[in-house]
């Protein structure tokens, strides 16, 4: 989508050339950035579980429960800063982007929450699990990184002959990686509570804190528009916008062997951003702008057990649906070399 606006901004008489037309002294690029999470919404709903179906307790579907992040505090309004690199060649170019971000909230339980935790400790043990009890304050806070790696390949770019106006469009092939420390604080543990078929021990209340992390190859299109002489200030418009879609087995993407499922995945991650570089001597540059970010992931994830006999041999759990968005505010101000 970004690519084809960038060619409907092609002046009738601009001029074709192979690979990107920027001049050498101007090929890499090192900005700060700094902005917030300005929305932020991911649900997990449960479906329904063949379990019940093929022992004939159907009536059972009705346990099925659903978690937003509404239900932790968290919607939007944290911080976030980073850096971003780009260095262009002529057909090629790396882009990549680090942010850091964190969150802070605090929340009542509004039911009996059961979580899957690393760790959290009750009389000299560890367990895997968490209950936070209904009407249980709690915080919850989490650090961390989201990294964008792109390489941009830029076969051809469009110019006027004095240089005032470029366009570059691209194909990246990339992968976005995001992980981090989590910690949450649920009050001093006051004992276990047995939950789930097949059951699994929950400690009520207690501290926990671990590790996440995710990452997803990225294929995509994008564009630049540069407006401005050479040697004067330019206004620089670009967008990209990537995806991942996957249908197949968890076991690619997860170490959770013993709980295999089948997933359909659809992830969107679309940037848009707007600046102005400042001309410096030697063809060097100031540059300053403004940027936006959505995310969107989507999956439905279903047992693979597909025979009554494997159904009840899996004791699989609730088939889920998962969604979750983000978008992300930011400014940033560089230097271009």
């Known amino acids: 989508m970004a690519a084809l606006l960038g060619l409907g901004a092609v002046p009738a008489h601009a001029e ?11 090929d890499a690029h090192l900005s700060a950035v700094g902005g917030a999470i300005a929305t932020m919404d991911g649900s997990v709903q449960e479906t329904s579980r063949a379990l019940y179906d093929v022992t004939g307790r159907s009536s059972l579907q009705g346990r099925r429960e659903d978690y937003d992040l509404g239900d932790f505090g968290m919607d939007g309004g944290y911080p976030t800063f980073g850096l971003q690199f780009e260095r262009a060649w002529k057909y090629w170019t790396l882009d990549c982007r680090l942010l850091m971000l964190t969150m ?10 059961y979580i899957g935790v690393d760790g959290v400790a009750f009389r000299g043990r560890e367990y895997d699990y968490m209950q936070i009890p209904e009407g249980r304050s709690f915080t919850a806070d989490f650090t961390g990184l989201m990294l964008d790696v792109r390489g941009l390949i ?14 570059t469009p691209w194909i990246s092939l990339g992968a976005f990686l995001a992980g981090g420390t989590y910690e949450i604080d649920a009050g001093p543990a006051s004992g276990l509570v047995s939950y789930q078929n ?22 995509g299109l994008g564009g630049e528009v540069r407006l401005g002489r050479p040697a004067e200030r330019h206004l620089v418009v670009r967008g990209d916008y990537a995806v991942c879609q996957y249908n197949g087995d968890t076991g690619l993407i997860t170490t959770a062997d013993h709980r295999n499922k089948e997933i359909d995945f659809d992830h969107t ?18 540059t300053t702008g403004l940027q936006f970010q959505y995310i969107r992931t989507k999956a439905e994830i279903v047992s693979d057990a597909d025979t009554p006999a494997a159904i009840r041999a899996a004791r699989e759990r609730f088939d889920k649906d998962a969604e979750f968005e983000m978008t992300i505010l930011g400014a940033y101000l560089g230097y271009r070399f």
């Open 16 to 26: 074709f050339a192979a690979g990107r037309a920027l001049p050498p002294e101007r």
């Open 104 to 113: 802070d909230t605090a929340a009542v339980a509004q039911r009996d929450y």
């Open 154 to 167: 830029t076969p051809c770019s469009w110019h006027t002959r004095d240089g005032s106006v470029v366009v």
């Open 198 to 219: 097949p059951p699994e021990t929950f400690v009520i209340g207690g501290k926990a804190d671990g590790l996440v992390g995710a990452g997803l190859p990225e294929l």
């Open 269 to 286: 991650n679309v940037r848009i951003s707007g600046g102005i570089e400042w001309p410096l001597s030697g063809g060097r540059a100031i």
